[in-house]
């Protein structure tokens, strides 16, 4: 088994290394200096073991995260579960259990984030401003008027726009806030940043300027979504639009995109959100396969929006050139509803609670029903 070591100088680590060279199972690979070397040590090293410290400084869990992603399990070495588990660490050994790390390792299932049983819909949809912020915010607060505990997160990467919907003064983003937080191993990070606006209903709001997004670290933010399904029944991300890569030089540093990708991952189920125009339709076929190639087999529930009687096309007729293009039927059409969305908007309102009789909050009503019968009523993957 290949071991790195990055003790930052802790006790154990005379002990530990001594082990590492002396037992035939096990190959040093690398003594860390600190986390920058254990990061580049750790790269094309799947299967290996990274043995830290709970006091290396920067061990945070975005490092946990990237150093998973090169598939290597990171192990604490004399620490304390509770404060090593909110960073993503499952592993905990005293210095004299190092050499049987291996067996255990193979028996142990993969690393992962702590899961609890809410659910995660992401809320996509292709360029153009199609309503996937209206949506997301209409399905939340109609999920929590039913009953359920609800979160929503703007995780829009070029700025949210939800607190400013809802009247919310949040004077620090509460996804920014809860990203720092649970980077640095906050276990209630998301709890202690998010804002009731309704019964049931809490907001992580987003991100202030659009060039904020390098301070949500991925290893963060996986974090706060696993603390949301431990939070809520149902979390609602806005998920923003664009998929690309945007991968760089430094494959470890943050990229823009990776938070829409990371939510589109996480969820249960992704819904889809479509201008209900030509130009809205054919953007969506390109979505779709886009979407494939990022997530295949994710679960998608597909919403046209905005449908009104000047586009001179019938639900029928939306649904047939939908099929036509994509093989898919859309699962919802919502109505173009200016009045009730300005009503709300201009009360830093719900349309829910400013607009509850009207066209958009009644099928945002039904879209809801079916996001929770699907997701919370029968089991996910059924
Ligand atoms: N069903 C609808 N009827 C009327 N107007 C709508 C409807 N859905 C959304 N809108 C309006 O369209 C505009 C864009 O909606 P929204 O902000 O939800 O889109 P978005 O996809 O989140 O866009 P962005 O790319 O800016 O994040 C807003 O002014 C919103 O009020
Ligand atoms: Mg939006």
Redesign the pocket.
Known sequence: MDVLVAAGGAAWEPDVLRTAETDPALTLLRRCVDVADLLVAADGRPGAVALVDQDLPGLDADVVWRLQQDGVHVVAVEAEPERVAPLGIARVVARHEVSRLGDDLLLEPPPGRPSADGRVVAVW?PVG???????ALGLAAELAAAGTSTAVVDA?P?GG?LAQSLGVLDEVSGLLAAARASNAGEPDAVARHAVTVADRMVLLTGLPRADMWPHVRAGAYELVLAQCRALAELTVV?A??CLEDGASFDRGGPRRHQLTRLSLEAADEVVV?AAADPVGLSRLVRAVAELGEVVPGARLRLVV??ARPSLGWSQDEVARTLERLTGLLPDHV?????TA?DTA?MHGATLRERASGSP?TVALGTLARDVRHALLDQPVGA
Request: aromatic residues 12%; proline residues 8%.
């Open positions: 949809g401003a199609p309503g996937r912020s209206t949506v829009d070029f726009t806005d923003g639009f959100v929006n905005g919502l109505p173009y509803d200016r969305l908007l958009l």
